[in-house]
């Protein structure tokens, strides 16, 4: 199994060496010549500095009575339409709780741009949702920084009075990511 390197800045490593496939430089360099990433990381750590990592966005979602069974035919239709349509997206999966009575939503993105991206080509699908098995957005919690869009589209599609929690600061950690 290949496993995908990815610099601190969440880009693909084509080797074992710190060279980045699209050509840019990491958004450590500048902080004591060419390092490794994980060195790189560990140096913005210890200077207090932002790390950063990939945004992260969780939503659960109270379904309508009865419509368990047309949300589960639903999920694998728009898990096929992301896929296509996203390259950027790392994870998108949907879970049901025990009592079928809520889903959540957890999506992995590279960046907030990317989850910007997402809410755009999924808007027509969620309303869709909304009118056909989702009643009503019930918590929203945002790993990274959103940008002010982001923040707008979610309070419009969770409407007021829904718990939206962010976490904009990534203190470490890594991802793993497959090549398929």
Same mark, same amino acid.
């Given at each position: 199994?290949w496993?995908a390197?990815l610099d601190?800045?969440?880009?693909r490593?084509?080797?074992?060496r710190?060279?980045?496939?699209?050509g840019?430089?990491?958004c450590h360099q500048g902080?004591g010549?060419?390092?490794?990433?994980a060195?790189?990381?560990?140096r913005?750590a210890r200077?207090?500095?932002?790390?950063?990592?990939? #945004?992260?966005?969780?939503?659960t979602? &109270? *379904?309508?009575?009865?419509r368990f069974?047309?949300?589960?035919? %639903?999920?694998?239709?728009?898990?096929? #339409?992301i896929e296509a349509?996203e390259? &950027? *997206?790392i994870a998108f999966n949907?879970y049901v709780?025990e009592e %079928?009575?809520?889903v959540t939503?957890?999506?992995?993105?590279?960046d907030?741009?990317?989850?910007?991206f997402?809410?755009?080509?999924?808007?027509?699908?969620?309303?869709?949702?909304y009118?056909?098995t989702l009643?009503?957005?019930t918590?929203?919690?945002?790993?990274?920084?959103p940008?002010?869009?982001?923040l707008?589209?979610?309070r419009?599609q969770a409407?007021?009075?829904v718990p939206?929690?962010i976490?904009?600061?990534h203190?470490?950690?890594?991802?793993?990511a497959?090549?398929?």
């Open positions: 199994m496993m390197r601190g800045c969440g880009r490593l084509d080797s074992d710190a060279q980045w496939g699209d840019a430089a990491c902080t010549g060419s390092m490794e990433p060195a790189a990381s560990r913005t200077q207090g500095g932002h790390m950063p990592g990939p #945004f992260i966005f969780i939503a979602n &109270r *379904l309508r009575d009865g069974d047309a949300e589960q035919r %639903r999920v694998p239709e728009l898990s096929r #339409f349509n390259p &950027r *997206l949907e709780n %079928r009575s809520e939503v957890v999506q992995v993105h590279p907030a741009a990317s989850m910007e997402h809410m755009g080509i999924v808007a027509d699908r969620a309303r869709q949702a009118a056909q009643e009503a957005t918590g929203i919690q945002v790993f990274g920084t940008s002010e869009n982001i707008r589209m979610l419009q409407g007021s009075g939206l929690s976490h904009p600061l203190l470490g950690g890594f991802t793993r497959r090549e398929t």
